[in-house]
Structures are given as C-alpha cells and as structure tokens.
C-alpha cells in the first residue's frame, strides 16, 4: 500500500521555524522526483519546492527562496522541508507529492501520490 505521510506542522510565531517530514512506503521512493506544495484557504495549491530522485538537483520557487530547503534521505524514505524565518503568508496546508519526470514538477495532474496534507500556521 503506497502512503506518504506528511508530518511536523503546528503554530509558530512570525520568524520561527518548523521541519516538515514526509514518509513514503510501499513504492521504491527513488524512482520518483519529490516535491512540496501548499494550499491556503481560497487559494489554488502551488508548487513549495522539489528535489530530484537521488537528491543532487532542487527547486524552491522565488517566495520562499533563501528561507525554505527541501532534502530528502532515500534510506530512510523520508523528505524534509526546513523551513526558517517563517512569514504569516506562508500559513497553509503542505502536502508532499511524487512524480516520475522531472519536467512535469510543476503538474499537479501527473503526479502519481500524495499526502494528505498537514497544517502550518504562522501567527502571534
């Protein structure tokens, strides 16, 4: 049974940090290119950042640049997203998903799972 469980989310105050985790299982987890995304409420999800299969090559969209870092451990088939100096507009669920190629990073529809999601909200 393929799952990805997403975990680490809460509330944090503007500034802080959080390290979301995202755990795979029935599916060989480097044969797929990794990604997070979030959605906040009223608005569409949209891509965080993605990290190729064996890990050598990221993305991290313009927004979160220099803030967020998206990694991953094939051993433990597990992928990271640490996220610092946290801003209010980053409140949303994020939710990690795996896709087979890597010029479809950016295609909800040809991704093949994904998580259920978990909360991050930054607020004082």
């Known amino acids: 049974q393929v799952q990805l469980v997403e975990s680490g989310g809460g509330l944090v105050q503007p500034g802080g940090s959080l390290r979301l985790s995202c755990a795979a299982s029935?599916?060989?987890?480097?044969?797929?290119?990794m990604a997070w995304f979030r959605q906040a409420p009223g608005k569409e999800r949209e891509l965080v950042a993605a990290?190729?299969?064996?890990?050598?090559?990221?993305l991290h969209v313009d927004s979160v640049k220099g803030r967020f870092t998206i990694s991953r451990d094939n051993v433990k088939n597990t992928i990271y997203l640490q996220m610092n100096s946290l801003k209010p507009e980053d409140t949303a669920v994020y939710y990690c998903g795996a896709v087979r190629t890597w010029s479809d990073i950016r295609t909800m529809k040809n991704y093949d799972y994904w998580g259920l999601g978990t909360q991050v909200t930054v607020s004082s």
């Open positions: 990290v190729e299969n064996y890990g050598i090559g990221t």
């Open positions: 029935g599916f060989t987890l480097k044969t797929y290119h």
